[in-house]
Each structure stands twice: as structure tokens, then as C-alpha cells.
């Protein structure tokens, strides 16, 4: 019986540490998509934008689990020196790639602190206060924001799309009629002014 009860701890202790890495990464991946879920199902994300992060947050722990396992395991000795090359690999890609990621980034500050909603009519001012452009949000992606101009008929004249990273540069004068919305950390605070009322 001892001998068993050793031969068990031996066991654990050899397939604890991997067992206790995938029940982890697994709860990960299930925390990751409920918080995906609930900012989709309050409007601060689209469908779309939350099944790219879905996807991507899936790699990212899935990767980091498999070089764990594979260090653990003793597979490969050079695991992390693996893992560091390819780290640096991207560190150079980011860099030849900065204009993408800037819109990317500008498009989940967007989401977040939500100067603007789909249905805004929004106008982008230039630094002496003149009119840039003006249309109606159509659309939001990782890479752009749609904005639709209409002539005084209501006949769509143009679909204008707009880097996200260049809506952080310029000023921006928002029309709307409907509820303000608050940034999705700040909380629900109905006694707070609003910027956009008149």
C-alpha cells in the first residue's frame, strides 16, 4: 500500500505541473470569451472584430501552452531560445508594419473609451476648427472607419473610409441624438454630463 501511495505521488508529480498548465490555459480561453462575449452583447464590439480577437487570443495561449509542455517534457532543450527568436521575428515585423498596427491599436482605443457609435454623424476638424470631413459612421474595422456622405436629397454622395490611428489626430465634432454612451471601463454614471448635449 505505501509503495502504491508513493508510486501515485511520483505519477502526480510528474503530470501535475502539465495537467495543471492545460486546466489553466483552458480556464484562460474561458474567461477570454465570456469578456468577448459580454462586450459584444453590450454593443462595444462588433461580431466580427470579436471573432478575430477569439482567434487570435486562441493562438496566443495555445502557443505559449505547447512551449511550456514541450520545455517540461524535455522534447526540446532550446525551447525558449526558440521562442525568443521567434519573439524578436515579430519585434522586427511590428516594426515594418507600425502604420497597421497604429490603426489596429486605434480601433480597440475606439471601442473602449467610444467617442463615436455606429449611426453618429461625426465630423473631423482640422487644427484651425475647419471642416475636414463630415459623414454618418457606417462601419468600423481594425483598419478603418466608414463614413457615409449624403447630399441634402438623403442620396448617398460617397463612402469616405478613414484610418482609425488618424482619428486620434484630429479633433472631432460629434452629432447625435441618441443616449451617450460611456467608455466601456468608466461604468454606467447616468448623472455625468454629456459632451454631446446641446
Known amino acids: 500500500m505505501k509503495q502504491t501511495v508513493i508510486d501515485l505521488l511520483t505519477e502526480l508529480r510528474t503530470w501535475g505541473a502539465p495537467v495543471l498548465a492545460v486546466v489553466f ?3 484562460l480561453l474561458r474567461v477570454k470569451n465570456r469578456l468577448l462575449r ?21 493562438w496566443i495561449v495555445l502557443a505559449t501552452l505547447l512551449l511550456f509542455l514541450l520545455q517540461y517534457l524535455g522534447v526540446s532543450d532550446h525551447v525558449w531560445a526558440f521562442a525568443t527568436t521567434a519573439l524578436a521575428a515579430v519585434a522586427v515585423g511590428v516594426v ?7 490603426n489596429a491599436l486605434a480601433a480597440l482605443l475606439i471601442l473602449v473609451y467610444r467617442p463615436f457609435r455606429i449611426g ?15 459623414g454618418r459612421v457606417s462601419d468600423m ?7 457615409s456622405q449624403k447630399d441634402e436629397a438623403g442620396d448617398t454622395l460617397a463612402l469616405v473610409h478613414v484610418p482609425n490611428n488618424l482619428i486620434f489626430q484630429k479633433l472631432i465634432r460629434v452629432y447625435s441624438t441618441a443616449e451617450p454612451l460611456t467608455p466601456f471601463f468608466a461604468g454606467k454614471q447616468s448623472d455625468r454630463p454629456s459632451p454631446r448635449d446641446d
Open 25 to 27: 490555459a483552458l480556464s
Open 38 to 58: 459580454k462586450l459584444e452583447q453590450h454593443g462595444h464590439l462588433r461580431a466580427s472584430m470579436a471573432g478575430r480577437f477569439r482567434v487570435i487570443g486562441r
Open 141 to 147: 474595422n481594425l483598419m478603418f472607419t466608414a463614413l
Open 120 to 134: 453618429d454623424e461625426i465630423e473631423l476638424l482640422e487644427p484651425a476648427a475647419t471642416v475636414g470631413v463630415r
Open 96 to 102: 515594418a508594419i507600425w502604420s497597421i498596427l497604429s
